[in-house]
């Protein structure tokens, strides 16, 4: 443990945001009632929040289709908005160290990540959409020269966007570049698990010059605040990231009401495939590693089912298990620590309940397995390796959001792309291989929406993000992001006299 004293005394004076947002105004809940933001670092209170409910919701939704529709955001040049939504990911980009410590505070990652990656990404996803979206043309239909077919895009105009907690800035920025890019206005619900770096993104996007009632933010549970969003009449478009099973449930809530938009991105249960003739055993394993403890497993993305030819197993688990043990939790608040705290008791409750699973359906634990640091009050969880899984157990098909991985052998290429593929989700999966003929061969046989070959968890907002299956629909990142947020509109001109 390295000392990280600096880093408390930054936390001890640290501004918790305790309003939500609308129409440029810092409010409470209609009702007055709030609900306590729990640290999970030490199970300490940070602040109360507003506990919102429908009648904020009302108010969050109205503020923005009459902003919508007086222009003001909507029908600024692009090259305008362009410049506004800069100026916001500066800001963020200023505030960089604040936004880490609620985040690191709030949800318990290591403040390094939350430096490193959270921050970085989340200001990029901002400044990516608004530097793309004065250089996106509409098109010209081909027709005959006596008509003119113009298809162009327009924003879909009041958008609900619904976020989880595992990294809840960035997948806010994820919606909020592409949403806010195109002219819509937004109301932003975070996750109650961690709402902080929400509240205060509708400050500082204020601050940066985006018009009031562009961004609201409002907070709550799922079926107090978020759920009146989803039924909401007067909303066009519904972008959720979160799990499967709330995911449905929002569709079906779409199809029960207006038919909004909805574009819901969920749950994982990565394969990470490696062959014998991966090209350095020693790396692919460190990676299996970080992919599956990295943001303490709580990654739709985390390489949770570790598939291994059976040639090499024994061998190359010894070296997960190894990099495993290097990455024990510590204090989030300490720049060296590779792992913090679940994100609450719920969560380090439901994770060991999956492990109790895992041995009683018959695996073998090979590392970890028990809760840590239990005298902080914290919400810890050691590394944990299981061995000996079938994909068929509980373990290898539902998703565990926590560091457990589950290792699994086969012996022929075909047996591994079937198991890989044999999950109700299809978000990401990873291959190495020194052949490059089985590289392509595997990777166009995977059911997932990234494939990763010779390393883990690529990507950048350059390349869309989403999954196929139960993972969700539509996707994040890169202009394919817009898609969600506007409508297409054909527009037909008689030339003839
Ligand atoms: P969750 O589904 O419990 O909650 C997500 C959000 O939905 C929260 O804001 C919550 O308050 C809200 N919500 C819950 N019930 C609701 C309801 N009835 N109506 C409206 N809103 C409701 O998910 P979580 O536990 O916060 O996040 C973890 C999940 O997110 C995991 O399954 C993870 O894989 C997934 N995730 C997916 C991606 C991706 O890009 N595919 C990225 C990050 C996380």
Not at 246 to 257: C, E, I, P
Not at 324 to 332: A, D, F, L, R
């Amino acid at each position: 443990m390295s000392d990280f004293s600096h880093w408390q005394q930054k936390a001890a004076k640290l501004q918790f945001p305790n309003a939500i947002v609308i129409q440029g105004e810092r409010l409470q809940a209609a009702s007055g009632a709030t609900f306590a933001c729990i640290s999970p670092i030490d199970g300490s209170v940070l602040v109360e929040v507003p506990a919102c409910s429908e009648q904020d919701v009302n108010l969050a939704v109205a503020s923005c289709r009459q902003t919508f529709a007086s222009g003001v955001w909507s029908e600024l040049a692009p090259a305008r908005r362009k410049r506004v939504l800069q100026d916001f990911a500066e800001l963020v980009k200023a505030h960089t160290e604040e936004l880490a410590l609620l985040e690191t505070l709030d949800m318990g990652k290591p403040i390094t990540d939350s430096l490193k990656v959270d921050l970085p990404a989340s200001v990029r996803a901002l400044a990516w959409h608004a530097e793309a979206i004065d250089k996106v043309y509409d098109e010209v239909a081909p027709t005959p020269s006596n008509e003119l077919g113009l298809v162009t895009r327009e924003p879909l105009g009041v958008i609900a966007a619904i976020v989880p907690w595992n990294f809840p800035l960035l997948m806010a920025c994820w919606k909020l570049g592409p949403a806010l890019a195109t002219g819509n206005c937004v109301v932003l619900k975070p996750s109650e698990k961690s709402p902080l770096t929400a509240m205060r993104l509708a400050e500082l996007a204020l601050e940066a010059g985006i018009p009031p009632g562009v961004l609201n933010v409002v907070t709550g549970t799922g079926p107090e605040a978020g759920e009146p969003l989803a039924r909401h009449m007067d909303v066009d478009g519904l972008v959720f990231t979160g799990s499967t099973g709330v995911g449905r449930h929002l569709l079906s809530l779409a199809g029960q009401t207006n038919m909004k938009r909805t574009f819901v991105e969920c749950g994982g249960k990565s394969p990470n495939i490696v062959f014998p003739d991966a090209p350095d055993l020693d790396k692919a394993a460190a990676a299996a590693a970080v992919g599956i403890f990295f943001n303490q497993g709580e990654v739709c993305t985390a390489g949770s089912r570790l598939l291994v030819h059976n040639s090499i197993k024994a061998e190359f688990l010894q070296k997960v298990i190894a990099a495993g043990k290097n990455m024990q939790p510590g204090h989030p608040l300490d720049p060296t620590t590779t792992m913090g705290a679940l994100v609450d008791k719920g969560q380090l409750e439901r994770v060991l309940g999956y492990i109790e699973k895992g041995q009683n359906e018959g695996a073998t634990l090979a590392l970890g397995g028990a809760q840590a640091m239990a005298e902080t009050g914290g919400f810890y969880l050691q590394p944990t390796i299981f061995d000996g899984v079938q994909n068929s157990m509980t373990i290898a098909q539902e998703e565990i959001f926590g560091p457990v991985l589950s290792c699994i052998g086969f012996d022929t290429e075909e047996e591994a792309i079937a198991i890989a593929n044999d999950s109700q989700f299809g978000l990401a999966a990873a291959l190495w291989t020194a052949n490059l003929g089985r590289a392509h061969r595997v990777a166009k046989k995977l059911r997932a929406g990234s494939v990763w070959i010779n390393y883990y968890d690529g990507g950048d907002m350059t390349a869309p993000f989403g999954g196929f299956k139960q993972s969700g629909n539509g996707r994040d990142k890169s202009l394919h992001a817009m898609e969600k947020y506007t409508e297409i509109k054909a527009t037909w001109i008689n030339l003839a006299d």
